[in-house]
C-alpha cells in the first residue's frame, strides 16, 4: 500500500509565497506521476500539477508562470513552490502519486488560505 504525508501549507498574505511537499512510502515500485490537487468550498477537486518521473511538469492554465512543481526521485517527494498567490488560490491541497504496483494514492491534505 501507498502512503503519501504531506507537509507545508497555511495562512499567507495575497502575493506571498508558500511550499508544500508530500513524500510517498509504503509499497513503491516506481511513482511514474506525482502531483498535485486543489479544492475550494463548493467546487470539485481540480488538478493544479503534475511530474512524470522524467521530470517533464503539467500545470493547469490558472496557476502557470506562478507555482512550480518538483520532485526528488531519491526520496520519492514531490513539491510546489508556490508564489505570487492569489486569494482564489485558497483551497485544500491533496497529493497524489501513481504507483505502478499499488496504483492511486491520495496524501491526506492541507490548507492553504491566501487572505490579508
Known amino acids: 500500500q501507498l502512503q503519501l504525508v504531506e507537509s507545508g501549507g497555511g495562512l499567507v498574505q495575497p502575493g506571498g509565497s508558500l511550499n508544500v511537499s508530500c513524500a510517498a512510502s509504503?509499497?513503491?515500485?516506481?511513482?511514474?506521476?506525482m502531483g498535485w490537487y486543489r479544492q475550494a468550498p463548493g467546487e470539485e477537486r481540480e488538478l493544479v500539477a503534475d511530474i512524470g518521473t522524467v521530470g517533464v511538469p503539467n500545470y493547469a492554465r490558472s496557476v502557470k508562470d506562478r507555482f512550480t512543481i518538483t520532485r526528488d526521485n531519491a526520496k520519492n517527494t514531490v513539491f510546489l513552490q508556490m508564489n505570487n498567490l492569489k486569494p482564489e488560490d485558497t483551497a485544500v491541497y491533496y497529493c497524489a502519486a501513481d504507483d505502478i504496483i499499488s496504483g492511486r494514492a491520495w496524501g491526506q491534505g492541507t490548507q492553504v488560505t491566501v487572505s490579508s
Open positions: 509504503g509499497r513503491i515500485r516506481s511513482l511514474y506521476v
